[in-house]
């Protein structure tokens, strides 16, 4: 246990005032490859067929497992303070919000 500790690094972590407003997106298409996970933020709005995507990160597939966990948590937490947050009732969950990615095309 000791041991762990002595191994934990703190990160200090800087927020530029231009991204600290941060970038809204109600949709991500995730691909991979061998080597990484990458997901593309977007937003699909009411009448508009084409998405643009806003915002690309790339993860190793370590790094992909950790932020699951970590968006896992948080859901945890946030569900035990304001309620179930509960989603559409779709078979698939792809369209359920009424949209879903392309088949044969991902923009990588």
């Known amino acids: 246990m000791n041991r762990e500790k002595k191994n934990i690094q ?6 530029d005032s231009d ?7 109600n949709f991500v298409v995730i691909t991979h490859s061998p080597a ?6 977007t937003r ?6 084409k998405a643009k995507v806003h915002s690309r990160i790339i993860m ?3 790094h992909g497992k950790a932020f699951l ?10 569900e035990s303070k304001h309620g179930e947050i509960k989603l ?11 949209v879903k990615p392309p088949d044969d095309t991902m923009p990588n």
């Open 60 to 62: 190793a597939p370590p």
């Open 44 to 49: 699909i709005l009411p009448g508009v067929p």
């Open 19 to 25: 991204v600290s407003s941060g970038e809204y997106a």
């Open 69 to 78: 966990r970590a968006l896992q948590d948080n859901i945890a937490k946030f």
């Open 88 to 98: 559409p009732n779709r078979e698939d969950g792809f369209s359920a919000f009424g």
């Open 10 to 15: 703190q990160i200090n972590i800087e927020l």
């Open 36 to 41: 990484e996970f990458v997901l593309d933020f």
